[in-house]
């Protein structure tokens, strides 16, 4: 990102957040190195070939659906030329062209491999239903989306057909996703990385952080297609309803398979976003309708599930925020617990955060959103009525709320005495202890970075 975009950046956020979330936010940056010093490698030679001669999934084809709109014929070049260079060689590439210039096309006819379908729109309907004319056309197992001026890594389809394979009868998977990173308009240098967790329930609702690549069951995605009244954020309300579609399914049969293991994250970076003037991922001011939509489709979530909450715009641009009324427990049956920070001198004190200063927002902004943890902190945590039980066997305590969201009280004496023992180490090793009790019951746990004790 250049120095003119950073600056017009920091004084949109001054506008919307004030001076002193962005002095923090400024601070954060200069000092915080996420993966600052990234550099993209390509698989070796020796990688690749071993890829192209391995036979042991080539069964599973791959619909590659792209959108295309005026597309410049060097970006579209680059698109397909990834495509062919792919060492899994079992998929299609479906480019549905709603330009009224000749480019597409043109670029199209400079390629003879079969595997390359074009399909002319008789008009422009907009990245939805341009994709989901793909989408009728799609032959493949799988169907991935592919913007028109991104690239694939040469390894992409090959990882995902693996991530497939593993995962067997019941088990395999509906959705798989992978970590991306950013590419500049030649395509030859790569920066800010998305290394992404394995699916989190309550992330998803904060923002699209699955976004690419991403491929969906065929027979899924010819099912709920895309929508053309979330045009901006489409992908994100198709993964929506993915999701939304598996936790009812959890909540009418308990024996179904958890969704987790129904969408599965390849954690290698195979997708490479192109940053350019129009382009969200380098201008988001660029396309704020985008955000907007998205917002509509998390409230569309929100009734789908029967959750009674508001949704409204975090102080992240692109970034959400469910308000539960009353308390979240009551909506939602799959939580086993919620719980907030624990903060001394300025700093958290426990968790996957641990040192990390509070007014910081955290590699992604993951310190400011909502989450689902292995491990809560019990000086900062309320349980479901249903799960208190677990609570008191592994405490040997009675179950006593200290979420500070629904209480001041002080800490219990035996919390306060477990805070000094062993330097606090008894305090960690028993919040993972019931961490993991609660989770083997088959309960989230909800972290909601709101609520801090100090």
């Known amino acids: 990102m250049s120095l003119a975009q950073n600056i017009k950046k920091t004084i949109n956020y001054s506008r919307k957040n004030g001076y002193s979330e962005t002095f923090f936010a400024a601070w954060e940056r200069m000092t915080a190195n996420y993966h600052r010093d990234y550099?993209?490698?390509?698989?070796?030679?020796?990688?690749?070939?071993?890829?192209?001669?391995?036979?042991?999934?080539?069964?599973?084809?791959?619909?590659?659906?792209?959108?295309?709109?005026?597309?410049?014929?060097?970006?579209?070049k680059a698109l397909i030329d990834s495509c062919l260079e792919q060492t899994y060689e079992n998929w299609e590439l479906i480019i549905t062209d709603g330009s009224k210039s000749d480019v597409v096309k043109e670029t199209v006819a400079t390629y003879s491999?079969?595997?390359?379908?074009?399909?002319?729109?008789g008009e422009n309907g907009g990245i939805a239903e341009n994709t989901n004319k793909a989408i009728e056309l799609a032959e493949g197992d799988y169907c991935g989306l592919l913007d028109h001026d991104d690239m694939l890594t040469p390894d992409a389809l090959?990882?995902?057909?693996?991530?497939?394979?593993?995962?067997?009868?019941?088990?395999?998977?509906?959705?798989?996703?992978?970590?991306e990173d950013k590419c500049d308009s030649s395509g030859t240098s790569f920066y800010d990385p998305h290394f992404k967790l394995d699916f989190n329930l309550d992330l998803i609702l904060t923002n699209n952080y699955i976004c690419h690549f991403t491929v969906v069951e065929t027979q899924l995605i010819k099912k709920l297609s895309i929508r053309k009244e979330y045009d901006g954020s489409q992908d994100y309300d198709l993964v929506l309803r993915i999701v939304s579609t598996l936790l009812l399914r959890e909540r009418e049969n308990a024996s179904a398979v958890r969704m987790e293991e129904k969408i599965v994250h390849v954690p290698k970076v195979l997708y490479h976003w192109r940053c350019h003037e129009n382009s969200t991922a380098d201008n988001p001011q660029s396309k704020m309708y985008a955000y907007e939509a998205g917002k509509k489709a998390l409230i569309d979530f929100v009734n789908r599930m029967g959750w009674k909450g508001d949704v409204r715009h975090n102080k992240h641009l692109g970034f959400y925020r469910i308000e539960y009324r009353n308390n979240v427990l009551t909506h939602r049956p799959d939580?086993?617990?919620?719980?907030?920070?624990?903060?001394?001198?300025?700093?958290?004190?426990?968790?996957?955060?641990r040192g990390q200063p509070l007014v910081y927002a955290g590699y992604m902004n993951r310190m400011d959103l909502y989450q689902n943890i292995d491990a809560l902190d019990i000086r900062n945590l309320e349980v479901n009525k249903e799960y208190q039980p677990i609570y008191e066997?592994?405490?040997?305590?009675?179950?006593?709320?200290?979420?500070?969201?629904?209480?001041?009280?002080?800490?219990?004496?035996?919390?306060?005495?477990?805070?000094k023992a062993e330097g606090g180490h008894a305090l960690e090793k028993l919040n993972k202890r019931l961490g993991a009790q609660l989770r083997k019951a088959g309960g989230r746990l909800l972290l909601d970075p709101t609520c801090v004790r100090k």
Request: hydrophobic fraction near 35%; glycine fraction near 4%.
């Open 335 to 353: 939580l086993a617990a919620v719980g907030g920070y624990v903060a001394k001198h300025g700093k958290i004190a426990s968790g996957i955060y």
């Open 158 to 179: 090959y990882e995902m057909a693996h991530a497939i394979k593993n995962k067997k009868d019941e088990k395999r998977p509906i959705l798989v996703y992978s970590d």
């Open 393 to 419: 066997k592994v405490t040997g305590h009675s179950y006593e709320s200290t979420f500070v969201a629904e209480t001041k009280r002080e800490l219990p004496q035996w919390i306060k005495d477990l805070e």
């Open 39 to 76: 550099t993209y490698r390509k698989p070796s030679e020796d990688e690749l070939a071993r890829q192209k001669n391995d036979k042991s999934v080539k069964d599973i084809r791959f619909s590659i659906l792209v959108p295309a709109f005026e597309t410049q014929a060097v970006y579209l």
């Open 113 to 121: 491999d079969a595997r390359i379908r074009y399909e002319r729109l």
